[in-house]
């Protein structure tokens, strides 16, 4: 994968936060993804948030998986570590790292097919272990890299790029979360700044399992056959001398709209979803309630956003169940890690 440097230009008068950082400390390479993807809005959120929160950007872990949504590890936080896993494979990475070592901020970035179709079963181990971890979902319904087949977040009746319907139920990885017991659970839109960047922060202080389902436009895959302005289209009546791909330039998707609302948002090829943002008499720490109230506003075809369900005593994480060091795993002198032959004949006595 490469990645181009960002230019290091700061003006002497960006305001600096507890660190003497600015938001310029807290961003990555530049952004290779189409113009007006909303990866890049949620990119922005998180640098946002990181540089609010003063983290220390040395100890800050980006981890993610394969796909459009796993580029973004690099293009916030250059000055802390990243991993970029197999496919599907980024929370045992995750579970892993954060074993080794508890005193750093873990944030994994993945997308709707890196987590709900081959990172399933992952996915649902780091919710029932409780990893403390910031887990977002930069969700488009696609599969990008590969050239726009439906996700397994896809809506019923949603149609592809070359005209194919979907008619299979989407797995919601919200209400996932919540009958796996995570404890943190948000879901928002990509465009929502004001909404998103307060969310992230949560997550990033949350103890435990931290889940924010950013839903996320795609401008590459959303024409769709039947239209004559659309690729398929101009490719059969034209006779290209190279044949090659081109994404237009699009702008960003941007939404603003008041606790309890409505909001109809149309996507770059003219579908539209409705997003319902959170009133203030809404319970987040109801689970049965906010499972109903959301499957209710799906059903009338609307995304519930907001903080959906937080829980600080509904399990401990995943150093308190497993009994492991206040010292970080790394940092445990060898000794105590290999006490010698005649302690480990002890303990294998307890077995015979």
């Not at 950007?57 to 570590?81: D, E, R």
Request: glycine share 10%.
């Amino acid at each position: 994968m490469t990645f181009i440097a960002k230019p290091k230009v700061a003006h002497p008068s960006l305001p600096k936060n507890s660190l003497g950082l600015t938001r310029r400390d807290y961003e990555g390479a530049l952004s290779t993804l189409c113009a007006g993807c909303g990866h890049d809005s949620i990119t922005a959120a998180i640098v946002e948030a990181s540089w609010a929160l003063a983290l220390e950007p040395q100890n800050v872990v980006k981890l993610s998986g394969i796909g459009c949504s796993s580029k973004t590890t690099a293009y916030f936080v250059s000055g802390g570590h990243g991993f970029n896993s197999v496919h599907g494979r980024m929370p045992s990475i995750a579970m892993g790292a954060n074993a080794a070592n508890r005193s750093l901020t873990y944030i994994g970035v993945s997308g709707d097919g890196d987590t709900l179709s081959i990172g399933l079963g992952q996915f649902c181990h780091a919710i029932r272990r409780n990893l403390n971890m910031l887990y977002i979902i930069e969700n488009n319904g696609v599969y990008g890299l590969t050239k726009g087949q439906f996700s397994a977040s896809a809506d019923v009746g949603t149609r592809a790029k070359k005209g194919e319907t979907n008619f299979q139920p989407p797995i919601d990885p919200v209400l996932l979360a919540m009958t796996l017991g995570a404890s943190f659970v948000a879901r928002s839109f990509s465009g929502d700044r004001g909404q998103l960047v307060p969310l992230i922060q949560a997550g990033l202080k949350h103890q435990g399992f931290a889940l924010i389902d950013v839903l996320s436009p795609c401008v590459t895959f959303n024409d769709h056959e039947g239209s004559t302005k659309s690729y398929a289209y101009t490719r059969e009546h034209y006779e290209p001398a190279v044949h090659a791909d081109f994404v237009p330039l699009e702008r960003e998707i941007t939404a603003s709209y008041k606790e309890g609302e409505t909001l109809p948002v149309v996507m770059h090829d003219g579908s539209r979803i409705v997003l319902r943002k959170l009133d203030g008499a809404y319970d987040p720490t109801n689970r049965v309630t906010a499972a109903a109230v959301i499957q209710e506003r799906m059903k009338a075809g609307e995304y519930l956003t907001g903080l959906l369900l937080v829980d600080e005593g509904a399990q401990r994480e995943f150093h308190e169940i497993n009994g492991t060091p206040d010292v970080p795993l790394n940092s445990v002198p060898y000794e105590a890690l290999s006490p010698g032959a005649k302690a480990l004949e002890k303990v294998l006595a307890r077995y015979r």
